[in-house]
């Protein structure tokens, strides 16, 4: 079993709609990271947080720490937002458990 | 300010040979972390190279092995290709000692083995 699981696996959606991605980890964690992948493979790393809840421009990241749950929301989604979004923790020995990645995409 | 340097983006092996791939961290950034994806599937840890030393690993064979050098930069080798090797293989770098560990990621090498 995966210790970063994430839902949905593919989601289509309709420009401007409000999207959500959910990640779940089934340990202790010292942070939690979203990571956006194109295709061709280059990754960006979004957010990293270990409790609460960051925004930079139209995207949203929160964690809840008890619950050991975290969500990506993307308001107001844009075509260019299409891509591979990936949950991933890092643990005390700072490597990195990826989930298997939410494909995105976001029709005009 | 560069970010993580990969190379070769792409190559192409034979069955039982051997490869090389490299990484040149961002600047600043001390630690460096190969992971392995492949096709439809998230990234797997291969293995975390700091201060010249492998510090973690991940569940892969010998045959999978690294370096890093005094600047930082770090080399992935892989011994005795097998057809499922075939993936694309990322670099990840960061500053260990700071608390905000924030990678920065490499664009990668697709590797293809046939």
């Known amino acids: 079993k995966n210790e970063v699981e994430q839902s949905p696996q593919n989601l289509t959606a309709q420009e401007g709609e409000f999207i959500t991605i959910n990640c779940s980890y089934s340990v202790g964690i010292s942070a939690l990271h979203w990571l956006q992948q194109h295709p061709g493979g280059g990754i960006v790393s979004l957010f990293m947080l270990s409790s609460g809840k960051k925004k930079h421009g139209r995207l949203i990241a929160t964690i809840n720490i008890q619950e050991k749950h975290s969500s990506l929301h993307i308001t107001a989604s844009h075509p260019r937002d299409s891509a591979v979004y990936i949950c991933?923790?890092?643990?005390?020995?700072?490597?990195?458990?990826f989930g298997a990645g939410t494909r995105l995409t976001v029709k005009p | 300010d560069a970010g993580v340097t990969q190379s070769p983006t792409h190559l192409i092996k034979t069955r039982g040979q051997q490869v090389t791939l490299r990484c040149s961290p961002k600047s600043g950034h001390d630690t460096v972390s190969w992971y392995q994806q492949a096709l439809g599937q998230g990234p797997q840890f291969i293995f975390q190279?700091?201060?010249?030393?492998?510090?973690q690993r991940g569940n892969f064979p010998d045959r999978f092995s690294g370096h890093q050098f005094p600047n930082y930069s770090s080399e992935l080798n892989v011994n005795a290709l097998l057809l499922g090797d075939s993936a694309l293989y990322l670099c990840a770098s960061w500053e260990r000692q700071t608390i905000d560990y924030g990678y920065t990621f490499g664009s990668g090498t697709r590797l293809t083995v046939v």
């Open positions: 190279y700091y201060e010249e030393e492998e510090r």
């Open positions: 991933a923790a890092t643990y005390n020995n700072n490597d990195m458990r």
